[in-house]
């Protein structure tokens, strides 16, 4: 049984969609972000940088994994699934990984900040993270007019990206013209493991058509960038 420490965010979901596809049972734990559980001594204890997902594998002595694309490789290679073994496509598979997690990832993160939760709305900082959100959306698409995947099949490389490149609206990128990407996220869409795994710990409205929804929540976010 793995237990999974998560919160509704496109990382907190990378885990639970990967689990979801793996078909691994295991339990939901979680985080509350707004009060700070994420920075408990219990929790620090299997994730010392206090940041969500985690997961704590009861079948491999309470092993506890922490960083979302780590834990992604480690349920990958714990079922021998989602991540080939063979040296070019287990580099491929990583290589996008890596890519959504050194790029995607953090440039929408900054995105959400500068334009959803920082109190000082600063425009050279928002252009700045959303045209990289952007640039980094055209080398995604440009792979996908080569390739139905990231890499040579379906793999954790795909889930990592579509996690976060989903909440495209929320981050004030546009997908205008990217023919490739807007096909490939609506296959992922219907895979009912992605479906499932979105909905991980709770289902949360679609905060871009919710003006009060998203101004609550742009408002609890900021407590969570300062902490």
């Given at each position: 049984?793995?237990?999974?420490y998560?919160?509704?965010?496109p990382?907190?979901w990378?885990a639970?969609v990967?689990?979801?596809e793996?078909?691994?049972?295991y339990?939901?734990?979680?985080i509350d972000l707004?009060?700070g559980e994420?920075?408990?001594p219990?929790?620090?204890?299997?994730?010392?940088?206090?940041r969500i997902?985690?997961i704590?594998?009861?079948?491999?002595?309470?092993l506890?994994?922490?960083?979302?694309g780590?834990?992604?490789?480690y349920?990958?290679?714990?079922?021998?699934?989602?991540l080939?073994?063979e040296t070019g496509?287990?580099?491929?598979?990583?290589?996008?990984?890596m890519?959504?997690?050194?790029?995607?990832?953090?440039m929408?993160?900054?995105?959400?900040?500068?334009?959803?939760y920082?109190?000082e709305?600063?425009q050279?900082?928002i252009?700045?993270y959303?045209n990289?959100?952007?640039?980094l959306?055209?080398?995604?698409d440009?792979r996908?007019?080569e390739?139905?995947w990231?890499?040579?099949?379906?793999?954790?490389?795909d889930?990592?990206?579509?996690?976060?490149?989903?909440?495209?609206?929320?981050s004030g990128?546009?997908i205008?013209?990217?023919?490739n990407?807007r096909?490939?996220?609506d296959?992922?869409?219907?895979?009912p493991a992605?479906?499932?795994?979105?909905e991980v710990p709770?289902?949360i409205?679609?905060?871009?058509q919710?003006?009060?929804?998203a101004e609550?929540f742009?408002?609890?976010?900021?407590?969570?960038?300062?902490?």
């Amino acid at each position: 049984m793995i237990d999974l420490y998560t919160a509704p965010t496109p990382n907190g979901w990378k885990a639970s969609v990967t689990l979801e596809e793996l078909d691994l049972p295991y339990k939901v734990c979680a985080i509350d972000l707004m009060r700070g559980e994420q920075k408990t001594p219990e929790f620090l204890k299997i994730n010392p940088n206090g940041r969500i997902p985690a997961i704590v594998d009861r079948d491999a002595d309470d092993l506890a994994i922490f960083e979302s694309g780590a834990l992604m490789i480690y349920l990958a290679e714990k079922t021998g699934r989602l991540l080939p073994s063979e040296t070019g496509p287990r580099a491929r598979v990583l290589s996008w990984l890596m890519f959504q997690m050194g790029g995607v990832g953090p440039m929408m993160g900054q995105a959400n900040v500068f334009s959803r939760y920082f109190p000082e709305k600063i425009q050279a900082a928002i252009d700045r993270y959303q045209n990289e959100s952007r640039r980094l959306f055209e080398v995604l698409d440009g792979r996908l007019g080569e390739s139905e995947w990231l890499a040579d099949d379906y793999s954790i490389a795909d889930i990592a990206n579509w996690c976060w490149v989903r909440t495209y609206k929320w981050s004030g990128v546009s997908i205008d013209g990217l023919a490739n990407l807007r096909r490939w996220l609506d296959v992922m869409k219907e895979r009912p493991a992605c479906r499932r795994g979105v909905e991980v710990p709770v289902k949360i409205p679609n905060l871009t058509q919710d003006t009060k929804g998203a101004e609550q929540f742009a408002k609890n976010a900021q407590t969570i960038v300062q902490r």
